[in-house]
């Protein structure tokens, strides 16, 4: 059997070129070659001096309304959050992992700026956990965290840079923590609201909703719908749903 994993592509270009610098035909022949040989579906937005100077939406049922998820792109909304508690005194790059979570394995080692650079040497909580079992199942921050405690780590904190899932968990935890609400509440408040992402929210519900991509799997010539995973068991790691641009949109031609 032949299978291959589908690429969803939600892409974002922001450009300080000119607007006639961009050669539309030439992305359109890409986008169609990719499409035409089951290669990829998704949307692209490029915009130029903060407007949209061009948008494509290629596959089998996308348009430049459908909502992806963004996966780990929520990794930088996170991030965000966790430099303003730092502007605002509330928290310190120098901080230990201790403070929030003793319990961690090296949690009396691992900074925060530890973990935003994944530095932390802490397993990746969608490793070697049986994930593709329960990626579509509710899970507890305590369920989660045990994942985390329950393994060794697999490296000293700051000894080397490993992407880890578990690092941007914490920090998502963290934010929830210090502000005492959920990260969906503080994300609306703090990010999405005040800079208008009117078509970005954090994904809570189980299941793929109306109107979002879904994703799938190439096999015997075919996509095949895939299992959707549980947003909410990702939180400040990949938990976001949006759209490449804002919808619906007009193309400055």
């Known amino acids: 059997m032949h299978q291959i994993t589908a690429f969803i592509a939600f892409l974002v270009f922001c450009s300080t070129l000119p607007a006639q610098a961009i050669d539309k035909s030439k992305l359109d022949l890409l986008f169609s070659s ?15 001096y903060g407007r949209l100077v061009y948008q494509r939406s290629f596959g089998r049922d996308q348009n430049p309304q459908t909502e992806y998820r963004i996966g780990s792109t929520t990794k930088v909304f996170t991030a965000v959050l966790v430099y303003e508690l730092i502007d605002e ?17 090296n949690a009396d080692r691992i900074t925060i700026v530890e973990l935003l650079g994944h530095r932390s040497g802490l397993p990746n909580y969608t490793d070697h956990t049986g994930f593709d079992d329960w990626k ?21 904190p700051g000894a080397r840079a490993e ?91």
């Open 89 to 105: 005194g509330r928290l310190s790059l120098d901080d230990k992992l201790s403070k929030f979570f003793p319990h961690i394995p």
């Open 34 to 48: 990719l499409e035409k040989n089951n290669l990829a579906e998704g949307s692209v937005a490029i915009s130029s």
């Open 136 to 156: 579509d199942k509710p899970k507890s921050h305590a369920e989660l965290l045990a994942m985390i405690q329950d393994h060794q780590p697999d490296f000293d």
């Open 163 to 253: 992407y880890c899932n578990s690092n941007y968990l914490l920090l998502g935890y963290i934010v929830e923590q210090i502000e005492g609400e959920e990260y969906k509440t503080i994300l609306g408040k703090k990010i999405l609201r005040k800079a208008h992402l009117d078509h970005t929210y954090y994904g809570e519900k189980a299941g793929f909703q109306p109107g979002e991509a879904i994703s799938s799997i190439y096999q015997n010539g075919e996509w095949k719908p895939d299992r959707a995973v549980f947003l909410d068991d990702f939180s400040g790691a990949g938990a976001i749903i949006s759209t490449p641009g804002s919808a619906p949109v007009t193309v400055k031609r």
